[in-house]
């Protein structure tokens, strides 16, 4: 008796090891290690302003996992949720912000939609400038985009801290680039 139950039991033992046969693609590459191979990878410039207040935005460089967002909506949730890695640099986004949305149009207008915590912090003149070229030169970056239209909570806003016009797509402003 105690040798059916064992041969049973061995049989039993054969048969599920059966079942957890490896997937193999041709040419003997298994599909776990496969889908390990091709994790994308995406490369994008950040803009961030100097730390020495001289009105200068600083390029900061980031590799991200492919996570089936757009290459330019990654660029500005790295902005928008990252401190700055080097100490010349300054964050000018405010603590909260969050990225609601990026929309971009046949003619390269971006829509690039925050929370509500971007209007907060109260910044001058200088900060408010910084924060609103620090993303429109993050995202003019991209080929696709031409000019950025900043809304808050989906609406467009004529300024965020008082000092500057928001109403219109911000161009791209080349002068502010420091090395």
Do not use: W
Request: aromatic share 4%; with cysteine; charged share 25%.
């Amino acid at each position: 008796m105690k040798k059916i139950i064992l041969l049973v039991l061995l049989l039993c033992a054969v048969i599920i090891s059966g079942c957890g046969e490896d997937k193999k693609q041709p040419g003997g590459v298994n599909e776990g290690a496969k889908q390990e191979q091709t994790v994308q990878k995406q490369s994008f410039i950040v803009y961030r302003a100097a730390a020495d207040g001289s009105e200068k935005l600083l390029p900061e460089k980031f590799t991200v996992d492919a996570n089936g967002k757009d290459i330019a909506e990654n660029a500005l949730i790295a902005l928008v949720s990252t401190k700055p890695q080097d100490a010349r640099m300054d964050d000018v986004i405010p603590i909260g912000t969050k990225v609601l949305a990026l929309r971009i149009d046949d003619k390269g207008t971006a829509y690039a939609d925050f929370s509500k915590e971007l209007a907060k912090k109260g910044q001058g003149s200088y900060g408010e400038m910084m924060l609103c070229y620090a993303i429109t030169n993050t995202l003019t970056e991209f080929p696709q985009i031409k000019r950025v239209q900043i809304l808050i909570e989906g609406q467009k806003v004529t300024t965020i801290s008082g000092h500057m016009d928001v109403e219109d797509p911000l161009e791209r402003n080349d002068s502010l680039l420091g090395k």
